[in-house]
DNA sequence: TTCCCGTGTGCAAACGCTTCCAGAATCCTA
DNA sequence: TAGGATTCTGGAAGCGTTTGCACACGGGAA
């Protein structure tokens, strides 16, 4: 393992020459750089970064935390974050946590007190005002991915929009018997997203002058299980059954499709779904959804904190920001029958 | 930002007692422990890591390298990695990287060159022993998620196996006409699984005295829509319809059932389907399985990386390690009609 | 009593870089 | 031609830890 004493020596220059010949920082001469150059490729030579971490202060490593790894969302910001930071020569250091609020402290103090990222990623997570403070007044950028969050950048879709748009499709194609199946209000974290769809949800409505009950919204889990024993449920009693469904994410939503035609319901002239996501699996089953990219919020968040560490005066917008989310028109909507 | 010399006065001793007092290492009194920690505390003390790195040459980071993110078998994966990483108290640096040849070897330099992680575990990353020579030369250890390697520790199921396991179920249920929906035979990374499932699926076929022809064996991606357009191609010719299909991983098996379904046949009675992972979503589609735990085998890697690293002359299996896989029954099996 | 060993502590030397400063050489401008 | 600005290079001082070594102290064995 060879040190830069030994490229200094080799290459015949001072050891401050080969660190400026090969971090490109100060005056090297041309002649001089590749022979510094050849010199670290011989030797196979290469920075010991916690010696240059201790001297810089920097440790190019980003944290990221998120709740869960194994559902699409997540993983594509996941996707989205590691490309971002490893084309900019980062390293990603992931913390997997869950919502809990406990866990989510012991994470917390877990950044701060570690000295061992530049910039933190957090992704669904209500960092309180002042926990960013603090994270702050260490000079660690922070973003996050929900929101929005006092103090610091946050992108997502406008969930209330969202929610909107798909019950607005549905209603444009005349449906007015439509139900809501979303997510448990009561979970407090997550930036109260359920809430915010079941609000887009009853805005569109009531714009359009229909009555909401509480029999209008129903709450299960965010996967294809959970829509399906909803739609089962919902579904079951043709007396009951909406002409119509607005699933918060599309894996509730192909749930209910699959429900759907387990009941010998055919989609979308029984029923029709939409939902939120645009989720890989939706073009299979045709499901008309309201699509978002997560690996582009991903490296959104990557540009704001790497962009405060490596442009000093920059800083990211103060406000939340809402990337887009359009809408995609597949076979799982249609005018309800007659 | 305070240092070890700031606890150091406060507590009334040096910086070295600081430092063994912190670290558990050498001796140091109860009495003065406890001042040292609580000098600690108040200060909001906290090592580091870069300088401690420096001298100890230790990073405390384990380095992971997967090819996918967002697919149930490798997001288990990474949760079981990371789990067993932060319990022990080491930090998980994530590489998400293509199979491709020049990707993975563009990583392998990239870990080679990093002065960054005490350790790496390779998923279904075919590492040449050369390499694994060079990694292994620089004292950091190495495990590998799939397999075998030469010179390296590994586990996966038992590939052949499990693909015998599967057929031969359906093979005691009565069935002679199965077809073996697998994977690409010429993407040649990956350890070969998708020759190892065929070949299982071969061996029991023959020793059941069955002819195998090339008809019997269709190629697809991974994944649910794969499944299902082979389904509806293969099960489409009521004439050439086989009584059974084998899927070599469950989101194929779904999907094909999802076609069978499609194509007015019901699963089991016209078509039994078996898969390999025992995949969340199986359950919900009564899908019989052999399942495998990913989530294990990641912790599995840590605690072998972990232990070389900290146990001196520990060594882990020198041979590929098999880790259990059982079948799962459900319903989508069951004895061809009449 | 003497000697040795197990404890407890501090000093100072690394660990491998980056960067400030100073000095030399070269170049441009007046 | 003088003098300042620019480019290039080396020496040396850290960065914040860990750890080898030396030393002091006490208790038990001989």
Redesign the interface.
Known sequence: ?SGIEDVATLAGVSKATVSRALSGRGYVSAETRTRVSAAAATLGY??????S??VTGR?N?VGVIIPE??Q?FF??I??GV??AL?DRGY??????TTKTVEERSRVFEYFL????VDAVIAVTLEITAPEAERLLS?GKPIAGIGGPLVGIPTLSIDDIEAARLATEHLLLLGHRDIVHVGGDIDEQMDFHVHSKRLRGYREALEAAGIRYDSDSHVATPF???GG?RVGKQLLGDPRRRPTAVFAACDEVGIGVILAA?ELGLSVPEDLSVIGIDDH??S??FGLTSIGQRPDLQGEQAVDWVIRQLEEPGWTPPSKHTFVPARLVIRSSTAPPRR
Chains 1, 2 share one sequence.
């Not at 290469?46 to 010696?51: E, H, K, L, R, T």
């Open positions: 393992m290469v920075v010991s970064s916690s010696a971490s201790l440790t490593n790894i194994n699409w993983g594509s996941i996707e590691e490309r490893l390293d990603l250091m992931l913390y997997n007190v570690r000295k061992r260490l996967d294809i299980p399906y035609r890989p699996l073009e299979m």
